[in-house]
């Protein structure tokens, strides 16, 4: 699989996370935040790690919702994976978002991704150009 043809609205797009390489991560051109069901980063890559300033060494392992970004910590974000994690269903949903930790103000697109069948859920950071 060629990483860089995934972008930030393809179908099927956890999965097809699930299965790229951290270095296939890190070509691609929008943020990945991959987390574990306790919250706890496991990837990001080089195009987050830029736009938001935070070293991938700072980041991995870190719980996402209270360390690395606690902008996210509310009923748009975090509360959703939750909420799929207590049902046992996916997540797939885009939404308008501001994000403010640490930066100015910056408007993005935030995809986020949850499904059952893998331990791994998602915050895609899509940067309006």
């Not at 935040?33 to 736009?51: C, L, M, P």
């Not at 994976?81 to 910056?106: H, K, N, W």
């Amino acid at each position: 699989m060629n990483a860089p043809t995934l972008s930030f609205s393809t179908a099927d797009l956890a999965s097809r996370l699930d299965n790229c390489s951290p270095e296939q991560l890190d070509q691609l051109d929008f943020g990945v935040i991959g987390f574990d069901a306790d919250s706890k980063v496991q990837r990001y890559n080089a195009f987050e790690s830029q736009a938001a300033g935070l070293s991938p060494q700072r980041v991995i392992g870190q719980p996402l919702f209270t360390n690395v970004a606690p902008c996210l910590n509310n009923f748009m974000v975090a509360q959703r994976f939750e909420d799929a994690l207590d049902d046992g269903s996916a997540l797939d949903d885009t939404i308008d978002y501001v994000l403010t930790l640490r930066m100015r103000p910056v408007k993005v697109a935030l995809r986020l991704l949850a499904s059952p069948a893998s331990g791994n859920r998602y915050v895609l950071v899509q940067r309006q150009r």
